[in-house]
């Protein structure tokens, strides 16, 4: 199971963190990502991570500002968001498809629930 937490409505320019949160003991073992859905339009990648944090890959438009992490002695994964602009905005989810390829190219396993990222200009 994943839990996402950290959204919330900011301006233009200004920096969020996102985190996940994943129970059970198989954390460490999976690539994770970050994918994020804007109204009216489908769920995109925003960033992956290896299982051991040894390698990321981010969407062009974010490289730069956004920073993937993981921490598998808490289970956790995070997204900070710096410098953000109003096209960041949308439903931001964490995500596995388990391998590194899989979770980058979206084909996913578990889903979080989602958490709102408003940026207002």
């Known amino acids: 199971q994943l839990k996402e937490s950290g959204g919330g409505l900011v301006h233009a320019g200004d920096s969020l963190r996102l985190s996940c949160a994943a129970s059970?003991?198989?954390?460490?073992?999976?690539?994770m990502g970050w994918f994020r859905q804007a109204p009216g339009k489908e769920r995109d990648f925003v960033a992956v991570i290896s299982w051991n944090g040894g390698s990321t890959e981010y969407e062009n438009s974010v490289k730069g500002r956004f920073t993937i992490a993981r921490d598998n002695t808490k289970n956790t994964v995070t997204l900070q968001m710096n410098n953000l602009k109003p096209e960041d905005t949308a439903v931001y989810y964490c995500a596995t498809g388990t391998s590194y390829h899989y979770t980058k190219s979206g084909e996913i396993d578990y889903w979080g629930q989602g958490t709102q990222v408003t940026v207002s200009s």
């Open positions: 059970g003991d198989t954390f460490g073992n999976y690539a």
